[in-house]
Nanobody, 117 residues
């Protein structure tokens, strides 16, 4: 059973916007810090943003003021609104669930975001 399902990637011009969503199984969502990471070609995977169970967020400096992470508890979904996109935002974006009970990490399959003119 797929536990994290991402959607919303694609190709966008510089300055454009995209919204990523990650739907999780309810019992995972309710016990996890949810987050987004990204990995560009030839680079290590890096944290983009996380949000905990009381909606406290941690956002990477490189995307602060441009990206907003949010949780929809009714839908067990975490969203990443990406604005003012830059070519350097091009990467595969991965949804992550860090379980606060087991400390295990779960990952989605990844969704490609390409920012290009």
């Amino acid at each position: 059973q797929v536990r994290l399902v991402e959607s919303g990637g694609g190709v966008v011009q510089p300055g454009g916007s995209l919204r990523l969503s990650c739907a999780a199984l309810r019992y995972i969502f309710s016990t996890s810090i949810m987050g987004w990471f990204r990995q560009a070609p030839g680079k290590q995977r890096e944290l983009v943003a996380t949000i905990n169970l009381i909606d406290e967020t941690n956002v990477a400096y490189s995307v602060k003021e441009r990206f907003i992470i949010s949780r929809d508890n009714a839908k067990s979904t975490v969203n990443l609104q990406m604005n003012s996109l830059k070519p350097e935002d091009t990467a595969v974006y991965y949804c992550n669930a860090h379980n606060l009970v087991t400390t295990n990490d779960e990952w989605g399959q990844g969704t490609q975001v390409t920012v290009s003119s």
